[in-house]
């Protein structure tokens, strides 16, 4: 029997399961991340409702190549003559299921806790991630044990490609180690997972079992269903209250004269040591911030690219690798506004070593190390990230030596031309792509149709264009380069004058979306142009004019979890994400609401305000639905990427977004300093 102190650590959310309702209690999920960039998820009554649920997701490339390891585990315990059977799965004709009637409890700390009561027995089961490694670790607490019990567990193992399903034609094999079991697919340079419960005994039953049922994937029109091989289970008798603890490793190959041992132990006290350090890190003192702060520790993650080692952001769990564009709109919430310096400093410099052709990159890619690069935007939110960085920091050389030249290359290639057609147009403004392109975040393309056309001049494109000219006038001045600050701010001036002659819209009150290449404009009324406000210098829009901005996008599309993408008046509009791939492309852009942009809308709101006392009252009541989102509905602990424009603006596609949480957190600190 292994016994281990209990570890403490802050609580994020306890939902009580008895008398809930299925259906909510399967639309709940949790998450777990380590700084690899591997995870462990599922829902609150431990049922997989999709394919990229599972004890163990491990990066073998961290933070991509990313392999469903384990899948579940298979529990019972046996009293005498009754058997409680503690887990549930979904099968494949059996499409409707009742949470296991002992489970009274789920608790996530820095593990995720399902708190079962069967007989006089209260069993606690824990999951936990180790920080860095892909090792997940199950402990079950047993108290109130009157007379033995027998405990079994069977692992159910996948050792897939995360996006793929398994059938039970794969070829498995199992090695017998001390300690513990080594499983693989019989194929050379197979990946391994490792696993051992030392407290039980292994008995052989290798088994496939066929047709486990994803209901997420059956309604997201992807294939809903797969095989598990299981190696057989570990029985054990506890005769008195006790801890099991069972482990499983993913190794990125077979090796099995590598020892491996786990300490639950160690690894609960280095996941709370490291909760005690980024509180201490971000200052972090009312409850909302804490949770904030935890939210946002999941998406920092570590990264190689070429001979570079450094810290970089996943755009959001489960399917997200690494964005630049979700990155440096990501980064001043997560990071900079977390007191995180080091780690902001270093996914600014993995970001500017990738740089190529006065670009960075869009994303890397999700097995290998290529850089992809379509992206409009993404440099020039960078150039933002990188001023916010030093205005945080100060600190100079960083600024000097490793970003600054980056930023000079971004906009003298902006200037004067560069992939995907992205250059400076005779009125100053920036101009990209083409009909076959998708450059700017609204991307979304299925079989060759453009839901949200763009190409051409979008409109916070051309606002993130004048606001790094301003910023780099302003640094030459403050740095005494007055030659390039003059250029910069003739650059500026142009580019200014050229925004409120292109994209303010007289008879319709609001800034145009898009000016395209012959002149005509796209007027649809979307989320885009609050940027020209947000930004810290927007183009030079009267006050007047800034107002009827954030008015127009406050009556037609702000709603309690976000901005719409799309004005619900507008014919194209569509308020449900829902249904097969071409589907949710179709409305992705097109009326859903993003909640990282209450971040900038917000700020604008506060600004046309004034910061008056009445306006940050009302600030604080648009993010109160958010910032109990967190821990009520979808994943609990983390924000949804997105959510439907219709009401009840139900939270969709990936579970834990990084610009949703990092622009909640940085709009809540603005909040709280403003009101000082």
Same mark, same amino acid.
């Given at each position: 029997?292994?016994?281990?102190?209990?570890?403490?650590?802050?609580? !994020?959310?306890?939902?009580?399961?008895?008398?809930?309702?299925?259906?909510?209690?399967?639309?709940?999920?949790?998450?777990?991340?380590?700084?690899?960039?591997?995870?462990?998820?599922?829902?609150?009554?431990?049922?997989?409702?999709?394919?990229?649920?599972?004890?163990?997701?491990?990066?073998?490339?961290?933070?991509?190549?990313?392999?469903?390891?384990?899948?579940?585990?298979?529990?019972?315990?046996?009293?005498?003559?009754?058997?409680?059977?503690?887990?549930?799965?979904?099968?494949?004709?059996?499409?409707?299921?009742?949470?296991?009637?002992?489970?009274?409890?789920?608790?996530?700390?820095?593990?995720?806790?399902? $708190?079962?009561?069967?007989?006089?027995?209260?069993?606690?089961?824990?999951?936990?991630?180790?920080?860095?490694?892909?090792?997940?670790?199950?402990?079950?607490?047993?108290?109130?044990?009157?007379?033995?019990?027998?405990?079994?567990?069977?692992?159910?193992?996948?050792?897939?490609?995360?996006?793929?399903?398994?059938?039970?034609?794969?070829?498995?094999?199992?090695?017998?180690?001390?300690?513990?079991?080594?499983?693989?697919?019989?194929?050379?340079?197979?990946?391994?997972?490792?696993?051992?419960?030392?407290?039980?005994?292994?008995?052989?039953?290798?088994?496939?079992?066929?047709?486990?049922? @994803?209901?997420?994937? *059956?309604?997201?029109?992807?294939?809903?269903?797969?095989?598990?091989?299981?190696?057989?289970?570990?029985?054990?008798?506890?005769?008195?209250?006790?801890?099991?603890?069972?482990? #499983?490793?993913?190794?990125?190959?077979?090796?099995?004269?590598?020892?491996?041992?786990?300490?639950?132990?160690?690894?609960?006290?280095?996941?709370?040591?490291?909760?005690?350090?980024?509180?201490?890190?971000?200052?972090?003192?009312?409850?909302?911030?804490?949770?904030?702060?935890?939210?946002?520790?999941?998406? !920092?993650?570590?990264?190689?690219?070429?001979?570079?080692?450094?810290?970089?952001?996943?755009?959001?769990?489960?399917?997200?690798?690494?964005?630049?564009?979700?990155?440096? $709109?990501?980064?001043?919430?997560?990071?900079?506004?977390?007191?995180?310096?080091?780690?902001?400093?270093?996914?600014?410099?993995?970001?500017?070593?990738?740089?190529?052709?006065?670009? $960075?990159?869009?994303?890397?890619?999700?097995?290998?190390?290529?850089?992809?690069?379509?992206?409009?935007?993404?440099?020039?939110?960078?150039?933002?990230?990188?001023?916010?960085?030093?205005?945080?920091?100060?600190?100079?050389?960083?600024?000097?030596?490793?970003?600054?030249?980056?930023?000079?290359? $971004?906009?003298?290639?902006?200037?004067?031309?560069?992939?995907?057609?992205?250059?400076?147009?005779?009125?100053?403004?920036?101009? #990209?792509?083409?009909?076959?392109?998708?450059?700017?975040?609204?991307?979304?393309?299925?079989?060759?149709?453009?839901?949200?056309?763009?190409?051409?001049?979008?409109?916070?494109?051309?606002?993130?264009?004048? %606001?790094?000219?301003?910023?780099?006038?302003?640094?030459?001045? *403050?740095?005494?380069?007055?030659?390039?600050?003059?250029?910069?701010?003739?650059?500026?001036?142009?580019?200014?004058?050229?925004?409120?002659?292109?994209?303010?819209?007289?008879?319709?009150?609001?800034?145009?979306?898009?000016?395209?290449?012959?002149?005509?404009?796209?007027?649809?009324?979307?989320?885009?142009?609050?940027?020209?406000?947000?930004?810290?210098?927007?183009?030079?829009?009267?006050?007047?004019?800034?107002?009827?901005?954030?008015?127009?996008?406050?009556?037609?599309?702000?709603?309690? @979890?976000?901005?719409?993408?799309?004005?619900?008046?507008?014919?194209?509009?569509?308020?449900?994400?829902?249904?097969?791939?071409?589907?949710?492309?179709?409305?992705?852009?097109?009326?859903?609401?993003?909640?990282?942009?209450?971040?900038?809308?917000?700020?604008?709101?506060?600004?046309? %305000?004034?910061?008056?006392?009445?306006?940050?009252?009302?600030?604080?009541?648009?993010?109160?639905?958010?910032?109990?989102?967190?821990?009520?509905?979808?994943?609990?602990?983390?924000?949804?990427?997105?959510?439907?424009?219709?009401?009840?603006?139900?939270?969709?596609?990936?579970?834990?977004?990084?610009?949703?949480?990092?622009?909640?957190?940085?709009?809540?600190?603005?909040?709280?300093?403003?009101?000082?």
């Amino acid at each position: 029997m292994l016994t281990q102190p209990k570890v403490g650590a802050d609580e !994020i959310v306890r939902v009580a399961i008895e008398g809930n309702d299925c259906t909510s209690l399967l639309d709940r999920e949790w998450l777990l991340t380590n700084e690899r960039g591997s995870y462990a998820s599922g829902t609150i009554i431990g049922c997989n409702t999709s394919g990229y649920h599972g004890l163990l997701i491990g990066a073998l490339n961290p933070p991509v190549d990313r392999v469903m390891a384990l899948s579940n585990c298979l529990e019972i315990v046996t009293c005498g003559e009754k058997a409680f059977h503690l887990s549930t799965f979904e099968f494949s004709g059996e499409p409707v299921l009742a949470p296991c009637p002992y489970l009274r409890e789920f608790r996530r700390d820095s593990g995720a806790h399902f $708190i079962y009561e069967f007989e006089s027995i209260e069993l606690d089961k824990a999951v936990y991630l180790a920080p860095d490694s892909d090792t997940v670790v199950v402990e079950y607490a047993f108290e109130g044990i009157m007379e033995p019990v027998e405990f079994i567990v069977r692992p159910f193992v996948g050792l897939r490609d995360f996006h793929h399903m398994q059938h039970g034609d794969t070829a498995m094999r199992c090695d017998h180690l001390e300690p513990g079991l080594l499983v693989r697919r019989d194929t050379l340079g197979s990946c391994a997972l490792r696993m051992d419960c030392p407290a039980m005994r292994f008995e052989d039953d290798a088994q496939w079992w066929f047709d486990f049922s @994803y209901r997420v994937n *059956r309604q997201r029109g992807q294939h809903a269903s797969e095989d598990l091989w299981t190696p057989g289970f570990w029985r054990g008798v506890l005769e008195e209250d006790g801890r099991i603890v069972f482990w #499983a490793r993913l190794d990125e190959r077979y090796r099995p004269d590598r020892p491996v041992t786990v300490e639950v132990g160690m690894v609960k006290n280095r996941l709370a040591a490291h909760q005690r350090e980024i509180f201490r890190e971000a200052q972090a003192a009312d409850e909302a911030d804490r949770k904030l702060v935890l939210a946002a520790d999941q998406f !920092i993650v570590n990264r190689r690219y070429g001979d570079v080692e450094g810290t970089t952001i996943v755009a959001g769990y489960p399917w997200f690798a690494d964005w630049g564009r979700d990155t440096f $709109i990501a980064m001043p919430g997560l990071l900079l506004a977390t007191g995180r310096f080091d780690e902001a400093r270093s996914v600014l410099c993995t970001f500017a070593a990738a740089a190529d052709g006065g670009l $960075i990159p869009n994303r890397f890619d999700d097995r290998s190390g290529p850089a992809h690069f379509n992206s409009v935007d993404a440099s020039l939110w960078f150039v933002h990230a990188a001023f916010e960085y030093l205005e945080a920091t100060e600190d100079k050389n960083t600024f000097g030596q490793e970003l600054l030249p980056v930023i000079r290359w $971004i906009i003298d290639s902006f200037q004067n031309g560069t992939r995907f057609g992205i250059h400076a147009d005779v009125d100053g403004l920036i101009q #990209a792509g083409d009909k076959d392109t998708q450059l700017t975040w609204m991307d979304a393309k299925y079989d060759g149709v453009v839901f949200t056309p763009r190409w051409g001049k979008p409109v916070e494109v051309n606002a993130l264009w004048h %606001n790094a000219l301003c910023r780099m006038h302003e640094f030459c001045l *403050r740095t005494d380069q007055i030659s390039d600050a003059r250029r910069y701010a003739k650059m500026a001036q142009q580019a200014g004058d050229g925004f409120c002659e292109r994209f303010w819209n007289e008879s319709a009150g609001y800034l145009n979306d898009t000016v395209m290449p012959d002149g005509r404009v796209d007027a649809s009324l979307r989320p885009n142009q609050i940027f020209a406000v947000s930004l810290p210098y927007g183009p030079p829009l009267s006050g007047a004019r800034q107002k009827a901005i954030v008015a127009a996008v406050e009556r037609e599309l702000l709603t309690p @979890y976000g901005l719409r993408t799309l004005s619900p008046r507008d014919a194209c509009y569509q308020g449900r994400y829902e249904g097969p791939q071409r589907n949710r492309d179709a409305a992705y852009h097109q009326g859903t609401v993003w909640p990282y942009l209450m971040g900038p809308f917000v700020e604008a709101y506060l600004k046309v %305000n004034d910061f008056k006392p009445a306006a940050l009252r009302r600030a604080g009541e648009m993010i109160e639905p958010l910032l109990k989102h967190l821990t009520t509905t979808g994943c609990l602990g983390s924000i949804s990427e997105i959510f439907d424009g219709d009401e009840p603006h139900e939270p969709k596609g990936c579970q834990a977004q990084a610009w949703s949480v990092g622009e909640l957190l940085r709009i809540h600190r603005l909040l709280k300093n403003a009101r000082r």
